[in-house]
């Protein structure tokens, strides 16, 4: 089965993480960053403009690629069980934030990200993320999504 190529975009609002609440689908319930699937036709780039738009109403400001992984789940029970992502951040956001069907979104502070609400490979990746590295990676989750059950990240690729 081939990986589902998505993405991930987490701008950044006055030293603030503009996170979503998920409100549907794979991490209902979840901390994460504005995201999903790359459409055919589309750049990943692309897809992330698109899906912070469609989920907060708002353009994502200075994009910029910081990460790829794979992301799977050990038993493979979930549909969409492998995602290869392509990670992105970004300088702030060109509107105010609205709450969608998909999203409610929340900002915490950088220094503070709230990682127990998250998915538990965020808080191996996500402060290389922070502090302006570059990463690719690979993170298996139990069945459950819980607990990593194994990861491997290089820190400081270049991406073009």
């Given at each position: ?8 975009c987490?701008p950044?609002?006055d030293d ?18 504005p ?7 589309e ?9 912070v738009r469609e989920?907060l ?8 690629k910081?990460g790829?992984f ?12 492998s995602m290869?992502v392509?990670?992105f951040a ?10 969608t069907e998909e999203?409610?979104p929340?900002l915490h502070?950088?220094?503070?990200l709230?990682y127990?609400?998250?998915w ?10 922070v502090?302006?590295?570059?990463f690719r ?9 819980e607990?990593l059950?194994r990861?491997?990240m290089?820190i ?5």
């Amino acid at each position: 089965m081939q990986a589902t190529e998505a993405t991930l975009c987490h701008p950044v609002v006055d030293d603030e993480m503009l996170l979503i609440r998920k409100q549907r689908g794979l991490g209902a319930g979840k901390l994460v960053g504005p995201g999903g699937k790359v459409e055919s036709g589309e750049t990943p780039r692309e897809a992330a403009r698109r899906e912070v738009r469609e989920e907060l109403r708002v353009d994502p400001v200075g994009l910029e690629k910081r990460g790829e992984f794979d992301f799977h789940f050990r038993d493979g029970t979930v549909d969409d069980d492998s995602m290869y992502v392509h990670v992105f951040a970004a300088d702030g956001v060109d509107g105010e934030p609205e709450a969608t069907e998909e999203a409610v979104p929340e900002l915490h502070p950088v220094s503070e990200l709230p990682y127990g609400e998250m998915w538990i490979d965020d808080r191996v990746w996500l402060p290389h993320l922070v502090t302006g590295e570059t990463f690719r990676g690979e993170f298996v989750l139990s069945d459950d999504g819980e607990s990593l059950v194994r990861y491997e990240m290089d820190i400081g690729v270049e991406f073009e």
